[in-house]
């Protein structure tokens, strides 16, 4: 059986099991908004430190390949289970990677309010991902380290925490413009810039 089939099982599980534990502070909480939508342009990424090969990167800004651009899109959904403060987050990433080959990444995760002040407002969230990529084998000068593992035409890892930054200013009553910073650890921060819409 496919490794994927039982990552997409164990979110599934995760997700009805944290439901049903806060089924009760679900009926005793009166929540202005239930459910968000967020899209965002996938963006922009940052490595800690200098590629050995950033001539693979076509989109750096820089000779040494510390900052790229992706291009792509994250669409995010939140169910919101205490007020509008703590929410379950289902988000899907595709985009081009800083080698402009294809990638990915699905998560599901908790997403918490740390601070509002007028129409400021940071959330932080984590929760299991996995992440994917055209395999970079198939690129010249590329020499693979082990870090993501291989499945045919593609590469993959599996985190079972991977955490998010989210800024969001609002706009109007329902909508905010937001802006996320994914720290990728050890290996790169990567930003993006959107919508959040409540409804």
Not at 1 to 19: A, G, K
Not at 160 to 167: Q, S, V
Request: aromatic share 16%.
């Amino acid at each position: 059986m496919h490794p994927c089939f039982h990552i997409v099982r164990l979110l599934r599980l995760s997700l009805c099991f944290s439901l049903l534990c806060l089924q009760p502070l679900l009926a005793q909480e009166t929540m202005p908004y239930r459910n968000a939508v967020t899209v965002k342009f996938f963006g922009l990424s940052v490595h800690m430190k200098e590629s050995p090969y950033p001539e693979v990167f076509p989109n750096r800004l820089d000779g040494k390949g510390i900052v790229a651009f992706n291009y792509g899109a994250i669409v995010g959904y939140d169910r919101f289970v205490v007020r509008d403060v703590l929410s379950v987050r289902v988000e899907q990433g595709l985009y081009a990677d800083c080698a402009a080959q294809l990638a990915g990444f699905t998560h599901l995760g908790w997403r918490a309010l740390i601070f509002r002040k007028g129409r400021h407002s940071l959330n932080g969230g984590i929760g299991p991902t996995l992440v994917y990529r055209h395999d970079w084998n198939a690129i010249d000068k590329y020499v693979d380290d082990g870090y993501f593992k291989r499945k045919g035409d593609w590469q993959y890892r599996f985190y079972w925490y991977a955490g998010e930054l989210e800024y969001n200013y609002k706009l109007k009553e329902s909508t905010e413009l937001s802006v996320n910073l994914v720290p990728g650890l050890p290996e790169l921060v990567s930003f993006g810039v959107g919508l959040r819409k409540s409804f």
